[in-house]
Nanobody, 114 residues
Framework: VQLQASGGGLVQAGGSLRLSCAAS????????LGWHRQAPGKQRELVAQ???????NYADSVKGRFTISRDNAKNTVALQMNALEPEDTAVYYC?????????WGKGTLVTVSS
């Protein structure tokens, strides 16, 4: 499975950004697609994930601000990020979990200025 992410960039606090990720190499809907992030000096953390059955999971820090969505037929996942805060500044990684194997895309930088 290969993951290609797009989006990210620089935005002011309170603004919005949308991240997209396309997974290739699987003929079937991948079990879990999602996003992690890693801020400078911090460990990588889960942001949001969605299963092919429709279940979603969010980090407490982004609940109510971020929305994850996926297209099972296309194996794509998107993360709509609203009301961004400087604390959301990080490198965001698209990831997939399928048959207990994890796959990671290259990170995309999100910078939120105050």
């Amino acid at each position: 499975v290969q993951l290609q992410a797009s989006g990210g960039g620089l935005v002011q606090a309170g603004g919005s950004l949308r991240l997209s990720c396309a997974a290739s190499g699987s003929a079937f809907p991948i079990n879990t697609l999602g996003w992690h992030r890693q801020a400078p000096g911090k460990q990588r953390e889960l942001v949001a994930q969605a299963t092919n059955g429709g279940s979603t999971n969010y980090a407490d820090s982004v609940k109510g601000r971020f929305t994850i969505s996926r297209d099972n037929a296309k194996n794509t996942v998107a993360l709509q990020m609203n009301a961004l805060e400087p604390e959301d500044t990080a490198v965001y990684y698209c990831y997939a979990l399928d048959w207990s194997v994890s796959y990671w895309g290259k990170g995309t930088l999100v910078t939120v200025s105050s």
